[in-house]
């Protein structure tokens, strides 16, 4: 995956998941523990400030118990997932 430029909506599905994982994880700064990264750097990211990595997004699906492919399909998260803060709707 080294080298490769993820697209604009693959992107974009990243961001998605870590809306869905901040929610899960309690916030920017357990998040950015569990993966790695500086929270100021997750932010950035989310705000569409800074590009997606092929190194994110694998950290991202490791750290969800996802592939990779999931990820970057759309598979990830959950139906019903708010896509702005990534809070799963109460059924």
């Known amino acids: 995956m080294i080298g490769l430029d993820l697209t604009q909506a ?3 599905r990243v961001r998605f998941a870590l809306r869905y ?16 990264f500086a929270r100021r750097s997750l932010i950035k ?4 400030e800074k590009g997606v990595s092929p190194r994110m997004t694998m950290r991202v699906a490791k750290f969800a118990g996802v592939p990779v492919d999931d990820l970057l399909a759309g598979r ?16």
Request: proline share 8%; hydrophobic share 35%.
């Open 10 to 12: 693959e992107q974009d």
């Open 45 to 48: 990211i989310r705000a569409g």
């Open 76 to 91: 990830f998260p959950p139906v019903g997932t708010c896509q702005r803060c990534g809070h799963i709707q109460d059924a």
């Open 21 to 36: 994982l901040r929610s899960r994880s309690g916030g920017w700064k357990p998040l950015a523990l569990a993966l790695g």
